[in-house]
């Protein structure tokens, strides 16, 4: 379970070890942005993308039965 006082990296290792596919992080910069961090459990850190380009990846991975 993530408690809130863990570091970023604490949190990213839990989510690895729980096999969770997309991590998104989303800190001020991303915010103002409108923007995140995408990061998956096997390819690694993806980068920064506009919410709407990932939302419609995942949509496409939902919908091919990828994820």
């Known amino acids: 379970m993530n408690n ?3 570091k970023i990296g604490a949190k990213i290792r839990l989510a ?3 096999r969770i596919p997309y ?3 989303l800190g001020e910069k991303e915010a103002a942005a409108q923007c995140v961090a995408v990061r998956h459990s096997k390819k ?3 980068g920064v993308k506009p919410i709407a380009e990932f939302l419609a ?3 496409a991975e939902v ?3 990828r994820l």
């Open 4 to 6: 809130d006082a863990d």
């Open 16 to 18: 690895q070890l729980d």
């Open 23 to 25: 991590m998104l992080v």
């Open 44 to 46: 690694g850190d993806l």
């Open 57 to 59: 990846e995942i949509a």
């Open 63 to 65: 919908k091919e039965r």
